[in-house]
């Protein structure tokens, strides 16, 4: 068919509810599964040109709302964001016992940390 877009997978995660049924199987069978298009075909019950139609149009969709939304740009600009949060803190608390050992600053640092990995949950 085409080179495959593996981010599709993450933009389904985000949008494939507003998807129809077809649409967002064919994605998920597509580029989930690894599933070809008369295997598609078969599992939907639509011709092989129904399904790579309805995957064309998906697809479509999901870049447009990406586009529109920006919902998973977001989301992986805040993990980037919260990993250098826990890099950052884990040099805080090496510093912190190296050189002073402020209680406060180990506490404040392991609040840190951990509230940066709730947002990685």
Do not use: W
Not at 4 to 16: N, V
Not at 40 to 58: M, N, P, T, Y
Not at 59 to 66: A, F, G, P, S, T
Request: hydrophobic content about 40%; overall charge negative; charged content about 35%.
């Amino acid at each position: 068919m085409y080179e495959k877009d593996l981010r599709l997978s993450i933009l389904l995660d985000f949008y494939g509810e507003l998807l129809t049924d077809k649409q967002r199987q064919a994605i998920e069978y597509y580029y989930d599964e690894d599933m070809s298009l008369s295997e598609i075909a078969e599992h939907l019950f639509i011709s092989r040109q129904g399904v790579r139609d309805s995957i064309k149009r998906g697809e479509q969709m999901l870049y447009n709302m990406e586009a529109k939304l920006g919902l998973a740009a977001r989301f992986e600009q805040q993990k980037k964001n919260a990993d250098e949060i826990l890099r950052l803190t884990g040099e805080i608390s090496d510093i912190n016992l190296k050189r002073s050992c402020v209680p406060d600053i180990s506490v404040r640092a392991d609040k840190i940390t951990a509230l940066a990995k709730e947002i990685l949950r």
